[in-house]
Nanobody, 119 residues
């Protein structure tokens, strides 16, 4: 019922910035939480940041003070502003949405966008 499309990834030097976006389509009003996760080769997928429908945010300790998650007025698009990027931030970044429907709780993922930070 929900499709997620990420954009904004790319190659950036250490200390630079990138802004990721994730556009949700479908039954977006039923989305309760949206977030960003990332996965590097040989590593588990890890939480980067989440934002609830009410605007509450949560960040991984490794990105606090550098990354900011936000959403548009329609609650159908989520952004991740990434500043002071470090090589350790290199990963595929995935958009996530949790949808609460009558039939249960559903978890959706985007296709991912590559972020590469060079030193």
């Amino acid at each position: 019922q929900v499709q997620l499309v990420e954009s904004g990834g790319g190659l950036v030097q250490a200390g630079g910035s990138l802004r990721l976006s994730c556009a949700a389509s479908g039954i977006t009003l039923s989305i309760n939480v949206m977030g960003w996760y990332r996965q590097a080769p040989g590593r588990q997928r890890e939480l980067v940041a989440t934002i609830t429908r009410g605007g509450s945010t949560n960040y991984a300790d490794s990105v606090k003070g550098r990354f900011t998650i936000s959403r548009d007025n329609a609650k159908s698009t989520v952004f991740l502003q990434m500043n002071s990027l470090e090589p350790e931030d290199t990963a595929v970044y995935y958009c996530n949405a949790v949808l609460l429907a009558t039939s249960g709780l559903y978890n959706y993922w985007g296709q991912g966008t590559q972020v590469t930070v060079s030193s």
